[in-house]
C-alpha cells in the first residue's frame, strides 16, 4: 500500500463508521411505513383498481422524501423535536393544538398496527384476544426496558419479508408498460370508495408519526449538522424502500388479484397475492411479515408520541432515560399502546376496515403539520444556517397542494 492510498483507505472507512452510526432515524421510519396498515392499503389499491392509481403512491414517495428530510435536519439544526419546536415559536394554544392532531392520529395508527398483529396471528389459527394482548406487552416490555434498540433490527429482518413481494412482482410477469402509464399518468374515477384509497395511500405513506418520530430520534441520537449528508443518505434510502416495497405490493396484487376480480376483505385474500411465489406457504410468509411489521411500528409509533408529549410539556424524554426519569415519556407509550389495544379487541371489530380508515385519517390530520413544518423551515431564527432553500419550499408547497387536493375532494363526495 502505498502513502498515498493509506489516507484514502482511512478516510472511507471512517466515512463508513460514520454512516453506519447515523443510520437509524430515516430507514427506521420508512421501513415502518411498510407496516400492516401500509401493506393492506397498497394491496387494496392493487386488488380493486390494478395499476391506474401508482402515480399516487409515487407522488407520495417523493413526498415522503422531502419530509422526512426536512424532519432530520429540523431536528438536527434546533436540538428539539416537532411539538417542541411548534410550541416554543407559535404558543402553547398552537403547539397543544397540534399536539392533539398528532395524538388523535397516532392512537388511530396504533390500533392499525394491532390490527395488523390479529390479522396476522389469525393466519397462524390465533385468536386476536391472544395475539393481540401479548404484542401490547410484549413491545412494553422492550422500551421500558431499553432493549428496542437491540432487537429494532430483528423486528426489520421480520418485516423484510415483504420483499418477497418484489420477487413475486418480477415472477407474475407484469405489464410494464401498464405499470409505466400507472405511474406517469395521473388519472382516477370519481367516486367516494376510489378516492378513499387515494388519500388512504397517502396517509399511510406520509404518516403524522413519521414527521415527528424522525425528528424526535435524530435529537434523541445527538446527530449533528456534520451528520446531515449521512443523515439524507439514511432518509432517502428509508423512503425509496417504502415506495419500492409499496410498489411491487401493487403490481403484485394487480397481477394476481385484479385481473380475477377478486376484493381484500381479509389477511388471507391480500396472503393469496403471495401464491405464485410461496405455493401453499402464501398464509405463512404473508403472516409472519404482517406481524413483524406490525411489532416493529407498534413500538416505533407510541414512542413517537412519546416523544412528542414529552417535548410539548417540557420533561425527560428519551429510550435510555428509564421509567424513573422519564415517567410521562413511558406512560404515554403505555396509554397509547393499551388504547388501541382495547379498540382492537372490541367484539365484531372489522379489521381490514380498521386498517385502510385509520390511514384515511392521518392524511387529514397531515396536513395542518405539514403547513407547520414548511413554516418553520424558512424562518431563519429557528432553522439559523439549515434555513430551506427557496426551491425545497415549492417543492413543500407542492407536496401541501396536491394532499389538500385529495383531502377536499374525498369530503365533498362523502358530503354529496
Not at 364 to 381: A, I, K, N, T
Request: proline share 4%; hydrophobic share 55%.
Amino acid at each position: 500500500m502505498t502513502t498515498q492510498e493509506a489516507p484514502a483507505r482511512t478516510g472511507r472507512r471512517t466515512r463508513v463508521a460514520t454512516l453506519v452510526a447515523v443510520v437509524g432515524p430515516g430507514l427506521l421510519a420508512g421501513l415502518s411505513d411498510d407496516d400492516p396498515a401500509g401493506i393492506t392499503t397498497y394491496s387494496v389499491l392493487g386488488a380493486d383498481h390494478g395499476y391506474q392509481l401508482l402515480w399516487v403512491l409515487l407522488l407520495s414517495t417523493i413526498a415522503l422524501v422531502l419530509f422526512h428530510d426536512l424532519a432530520a435536519r429540523m431536528g438536527v439544526a434546533t436540538g428539539q423535536g416537532l411539538m417542541g419546536l411548534v410550541r416554543d415559536r407559535y404558543g402553547v394554544r398552537t403547539g397543544a393544538a397540534a399536539l392533539l392532531l398528532l395524538l388523535v392520529a397516532n392512537v388511530g395508527t396504533a390500533c392499525a398496527e394491532l390490527a395488523g398483529v390479529a390479522a396476522g396471528g389469525e393466519l397462524f389459527g390465533v385468536p386476536r384476544q391472544v395475539s393481540v394482548p401479548a404484542a401490547a406487552v410484549l413491545v412494553c416490555v422492550l422500551v421500558l426496558r431499553g432493549r428496542f434498540h437491540r432487537v429494532e433490527h430483528l423486528f426489520m429482518a421480520l418485516a423484510a419479508v415483504f420483499v418477497a413481494y418484489v420477487v413475486a412482482g418480477l415472477a407474475v410477469g407484469p405489464d410494464w408498460g401498464g405499470a409505466a402509464r400507472g405511474l406517469l399518468v395521473p388519472s382516477t374515477p370519481l367516486d367516494r370508495e376510489s378516492l378513499t384509497v387515494l388519500v388512504a395511500v397517502v396517509g399511510t405513506t406520509l404518516a403524522p408519526w413519521g414527521l415527528s418520530f424522525i425528528q424526535s430520534y435524530a435529537v434523541d441520537k445527538k446527530l449533528t449538522t456534520a451528520d446531515l449528508s449521512y443523515e439524507r443518505v439514511d432518509v432517502v434510502t428509508g423512503s425509496v424502500l417504502t415506495g419500492v416495497i409499496g410498489f411491487f405490493v401493487v403490481v403484485t396484487c394487480a397481477e394476481t388479484l385484479h385481473v380475477t376480480g377478486v376484493r381484500i376483505e381479509s389477511a388471507a385474500d391480500a396472503a393469496a397475492a403471495l401464491e405464485p411465489l410461496a405455493g401453499r406457504f402464501a398464509g405463512t410468509v404473508f403472516g409472519v411479515g404482517l406481524v413483524g411489521a406490525a411489532l416493529l411500528a407498534a413500538a416505533v409509533l407510541p414512542l413517537s408520541t412519546a416523544y412528542s408529549v414529552a417535548e410539548f410539556t417540557g420533561h425527560e424524554g428519551a429510550l435510555d432515560d428509564g421509567f424513573r426519569r422519564a415517567p410521562l415519556f413511558y406512560s404515554t407509550f403505555i396509554g397509547v399502546t393499551a388504547v388501541a389495544a382495547a379498540v382492537v379487541l372490541v367484539p365484531g371489530m372489522p379489521l381490514v376496515p380498521v386498517l385502510v380508515l385509520t390511514q384515511v385519517l392521518n392524511a387529514v390530520l397531515l396536513l395542518p403539520l405539514l403547513v407547520l413544518m414548511h413554516r418553520l423551515s424558512g424562518d431563519p431564527e429557528v432553522m439559523g444556517t439549515a434555513v430551506s432553500s427557496r426551491a425545497g419550499r415549492v417543492a413543500r408547497l407542492a407536496v401541501i397542494a396536491f394532499v389538500t387536493a385529495c383531502v377536499v375532494a374525498l369530503l365533498v363526495l362523502t358530503v354529496l
